[in-house]
């Protein structure tokens, strides 16, 4: 009886220590299946904006980038993907091991009730039943194996209840196994197929290469051209900035033109904004990251070093930007044979929308989060619609990354 005690005691204790891990393994699971829906849908995006004409009048150094861009993004689905592999090998692995413990669970039973059914039939004459109770030497202990006889039987119907649900739930664990095992099938199946996508992009990729290799010149002359339409683009922005904090300041008595000097009202929108952080809205309503923040080598020629202070995303044709919180137009840019721009100031944080085609706000106009301030230019030359976002504090800058939501 001893032994029974502590064989069931046990397997209490495997069932709750098995349950933990499988919950947050559960949960891992479908946050993985989320980012992986979220690397295809962006893989799409990547397709569809960014490669929308090139076989026509694509700008091939654009097309060097989004293909490279495409890549890095594939290669993370291979990754999550093998992730997702992995997570649900140990889910069949602990479900293996439940079906085990179950089946010893069923044989214990099916033993214990074996032994009732037998003991049961040895006394089960109506008179065996009498004699027993009125073999008692007095009326307690007839009471008491009247209680016994209840008891023995409440005893031998839970055991057969407890027969059928723990056959049920092997059934379930089987189903759950064959489920799990499919799920595993389909996912090596769609890595499979991602790899061989991926190998065509590397193929095609290097095709792209060969034929830049081939005007070489022209390619050089045409990045250096960027680095210097970018350059022009930044001095611009932070010379509008620090003017900015310079009239705001001088209005206040200060002479700083590095950092903004907060009225109680504009200290009271920096704080809200910066609780914001990681949960910014998008700049516009559906796009994709084309170009990241920060220092990046060529593609082409990776010994040149390129530097982009905000982020590019390239969004549908018509599309609009719109302001990622609430604030003040502090300023209007037009760079001369480029496009414009608006920066708008949140506290002491500046956000900057560039390459817009038409402007909807001006300078002083106050604006909410989700406003409207213009639209996003689309070029004549490859057909790509690309806005240039910027943001800062005070005049330092800051990774737009770290701040939009999952940009």
């Known amino acids: 009886m001893t032994n029974k005690i502590s064989y069931y005691l046990y397997c209490l204790i495997l069932t709750i220590l098995v349950s933990v891990p499988l919950h947050a393994q559960t949960s891992e699971q479908k946050a993985l299946e989320a980012k992986r829906e979220r690397l295809q849908k962006e893989i799409k995006e990547i397709n569809r904006l960014l490669f929308a004409e090139k076989k026509e009048r694509g700008n091939v150094l654009d097309q ?16 999550v993907t093998n992730q997702q592999s992995n997570l649900l090998n140990r889910q069949i692995n602990v479900n293996i091991r439940s079906i085990s413990k179950l089946r010893e669970d069923l044989k214990i039973l099916r033993e214990d009730y074996a032994n009732l059914i037998q003991k049961s039939y040895q006394n089960k004459s109506q008179s065996n039943r009498l004699m027993f109770l009125l073999s008692a030497e ?3 202990q007839a009471f008491k194996r009247l ?23 092997l059934a379930a664990l089987n189903k759950d196994l064959v489920g799990q095992r499919k799920s595993k099938e389909r996912l090596l199946a769609e890595n499979r197929k991602v790899k061989n996508e991926l190998f065509t992009e590397i193929e095609a990729q290097k095709n792209l290469l060969r034929s830049i290799r081939q005007n070489e010149s ?3 002359t045409a990045i250096s051209q960027k680095r210097k339409e970018a350059r022009k683009i930044d001095r611009e922005i932070e010379r509008l900035i620090k003017n900015a904090i310079a009239s705001t300041n001088k209005k206040a008595g200060k002479s700083s033109r590095t950092k903004f000097v ?14 914001n952080k990681g949960k910014l809205i998008w700049p516009v309503e559906k796009g994709i990251k ?14 040149i070093k390129h530097r982009n202070n905000g982020v590019t995303i390239a969004t549908d044709q018509g599309s609009q930007a719109r302001a990622i919180f609430e604030g003040e137009v502090i300023a209007i840019i037009s760079v001369p ?45 490859d057909g790509t619609t690309k806005l240039k976002f910027y943001l800062y504090e005070d005049s330092n800058r800051l990774n737009p990354e770290d701040w939009i939501y999952q940009l």
Not at 151 to 161: L, S, T, V
Not at 351 to 376: C, F, H, P
């Open 290 to 303: 084309s170009q990241g923040y920060g220092v990046y080598a060529d593609k082409l020629y990776p010994g």
């Open 147 to 169: 209680q016994y006889m209840e008891q023995y039987a409440k005893h031998r119907k839970k055991q057969g209840e407890d027969i059928i649900k723990k056959t049920d739930e």
């Open 337 to 381: 044979g480029g496009s414009r721009g608006v920066t708008i100031k949140h506290g002491n944080y500046i956000s900057t929308y560039y390459n817009l085609s038409k402007l909807y706000v001006q300078k002083g106009d106050r604006v909410a989060a989700k406003e409207v301030i213009g639209d996003i230019y689309t070029s004549r030359f």
């Open 218 to 220: 022209k390619y050089t």
């Open 64 to 79: 060097m980038n989004a293909l490279d861009q495409k890549i890095n993004v594939r290669q993370e689905l291979i990754r």
């Open 138 to 140: 007095n009326f307690y």
């Open 262 to 275: 907060l009225t109680p009202e504009a200290q009271l929108v920096a704080n809200n904004f910066s609780a």
